[in-house]
């Protein structure tokens, strides 16, 4: 008796374990490979030319959040990461690449990396644009009757209360910011001449915005008639009916280049997913999708390049680079002359 009670509990046990093995099996198979980009017009640009052209689509999920929550989630998930791929702009990816949280992307496994202009690939191997665009100047056409042609027109007489600039809390800014201390001699290492300008905007005008919704906002209220912005959502908004005749402009001293970058998570759940999918991200139908939808330049140089983005985003080597290892090493201290200078 002893002995068949001894069989028939390791009977059950084994078949416990087993169920157990498959649904633990399943349940890696159902895994979905966590994606994380943006919100707002950018994120849902990704959505319609990345993910709905993928075959895959119904094994990803989508999560939204800017760079800065994005990367400070990925730091508190280092031990078990639960997510795969990562966008991120330039701003951020000095942190990004010395962290330790990011893979490098093996051609092997994503053959498109080959058809990416090798002057976008500036970060070790550890990220990959799917496209770039630019950062310039957006205005409205019908209140400006002579068209801005130079960062400096940001504070011509003829715009004084009608022009804002984004605050130091939107990363892009630092662009920006760099184009006008150029103007006075200076430039991110030397911001000063810049800041000053950035004041006077403040100033003279509603203010500066640290969300797009709020520059989009004013433009459409006429608050504003011009702001420093990304052309890919610039070229987005012009066929918005409810905003005034919007042009975009590639300021004379240049414009600056905007890659938005997309990683892979080290020791991510799903690392031959996160392969195909970026490999597809980089591919020709999904390029041709962002042409269409997110207004700027393919990553990948097999893709042909309308004439209007073309003309709003300069190749990579026309366009300027800010040194973003300088920035990340002197973040707080330009960041509290900002706050000193700008928004005192």
Avoid at 21 to 41: D, F, I, M, R
Avoid at 249 to 274: D, F, R
């Amino acid at each position: 008796m002893s002995h068949d009670l001894t069989r028939r509990m390791l009977l059950a046990s084994g078949a416990a374990a087993a169920v157990s093995s498959l649904a633990g099996t399943a349940g890696a198979q159902e895994a979905k490979l966590a994606v994380s980009w943006y919100p707002g017009l950018l994120g849902a640009n990704f959505k319609r030319a990345f993910l709905d052209t993928f075959a895959e689509k119904d094994k990803v999920q989508v999560t939204e959040a800017w760079d800065s929550p994005r990367f400070t989630q990925m730091q508190a998930g280092r031990a078990r990461p639960n997510t795969d791929v990562a966008a991120f702009i330039d701003v951020l990816m000095p942190l990004v690449a010395r962290s330790g949280l990011v893979a490098r992307l093996d051609p092997a496994k994503i053959p498109n990396l080959a058809k990416v202009d090798p002057a976008l690939l500036i970060w070790d191997g550890q990220a990959v644009p799917a496209a770039y665009g630019s950062w310039g100047i957006v205005y409205n056409a019908k209140r400006v009757t002579t068209p801005l042609k130079s960062w400096g027109d940001l504070l011509r007489a003829d715009l004084k209360g009608r022009v804002s600039h984004p605050n130091i809390t939107y990363n892009s800014s630092v662009y920006s910011l760099d184009a006008l201390a150029r103007l006075g001699g200076g430039g991110l290492k030397s911001p000063e001449a810049g800041m000053k300008a950035i004041r006077q905007i403040r100033t003279s005008g509603p203010g500066l915005w640290e969300q797009e919704s709020v520059a989009v906002g004013w433009l459409k209220t006429e608050e504003i008639w011009a702001t420093p912005y990304f052309s890919g959502n610039v070229l987005a908004l012009m066929q918005d009916r409810d905003l005034p005749e919007l042009k975009f402009v590639v300021p004379e001293e240049g414009a600056y280049a905007v890659p938005l970058n997309v990683t892979k998570v080290a020791n991510s759940q799903n690392p031959a997913l996160a392969d195909r999918f970026i490999d597809h991200l980089l591919g020709t139908e999904a390029q041709a999708a962002w042409i269409v939808n997110g207004r700027s330049r393919p990553a990948n140089r097999d893709v042909p390049v309308p004439r209007d983005i073309a003309d709003s985003v300069p190749e990579i080597s026309r366009l300027h680079r800010i040194d973003w290892q300088y920035f990340a090493e002197n973040r707080n201290a330009l960041v509290n002359a900002w706050n000193e200078i700008v928004n005192r």
